[in-house]
Antibody
């Protein structure tokens, strides 16, 4: 059974860079056809897609966050990462990592991590 | 890229049916048959319930069904059960240039 687990700093100061990692177990992150996404949810609010990386290494980002986001993959550790720069209080959210299913060209998010809360505060 | 519009809440009694709408534009919902629906219980990660407008992943009860007309997609829960009480989010592929996704505003389903 595939499992995803987020980890990283739970508290980040304004203007600094948020860094999170998603460890994948029960399957290979290098398997063809999958995409690996980051999605966030501010407290009490809705979901926002941040971006994803394909098994090929290609990355695609939410246009509203594109200038601040970097998603990368470490195949040797079977994990992928998120960096979000110049954070503000508006970036406070639960951050989820998720897998995009190969069952459709739209890559719906079929496996999710449990989520990790990141608070931006001085 | 604006969030897709969903009603804030819907409710129904056990055994009844409820329908949640998800309205977007021709650039997202109306432009592709790539709408998915997610169920989220409090404090939990979302769960995929429907993809490609009307397809159900293995293990999802057939009480859940999806459809689309123009720029509006819908999720119908038939034979409502207590465990269906949750937040529901639609999501659409949103661009052949940006390869991006947009989520809906979310709907709270209450089982009376």
């Amino acid at each position: 059974q595939l499992q995803l687990q987020e980890s990283g700093s739970g508290l980040v100061k304004p203007s600094q860079t948020l860094s999170l990692t998603c460890a994948v177990s029960g399957g290979s992150i290098s398997s063809g056809g999958y995409s690996w996404s980051w999605i966030r949810q501010p407290p009490g609010k809705g979901l926002e897609w941040i971006g994803y990386i394909y098994h090929s290494g290609s990355t695609y980002y939410n246009p509203s966050l594109k200038s601040r986001v970097t998603i990368s993959v470490d195949r040797s550790k079977n994990q992928f990462s998120l960096k979000l720069s110049s954070v503000t209080a508006a970036d406070t959210a639960v951050y989820y990592c998720a897998r995009g299913s190969p069952d459709s060209s739209s890559s719906p998010f079929d496996y999710w991590g449990q989520g990790t809360l990141v608070t931006v505060s001085s | 890229q604006s969030a897709l519009t969903q009603p804030r809440s819907v409710s129904g009694s056990p055994g009844q049916s409820v329908t949640i709408s998800c309205t977007g534009t021709s650039s997202d919902v109306g432009g592709y048959n790539y709408v998915s629906w997610y169920q989220q219980h409090p404090g939990k990660a979302p769960k995929l319930m429907i993809y490609d407008v009307s397809k159900r992943p293995s293990g999802v009860p057939d009480r859940f069904s999806g459809s689309k007309s123009g720029n509006t997609a819908s999720l119908t829960i038939s034979g409502l059960q207590a465990e269906d009480e949750a937040d529901y989010y639609c999501c659409s592929y949103a661009g052949s240039y940006t390869f991006s996704y947009v989520f809906g505003t979310g709907t709270k389903v209450t089982v009376l």
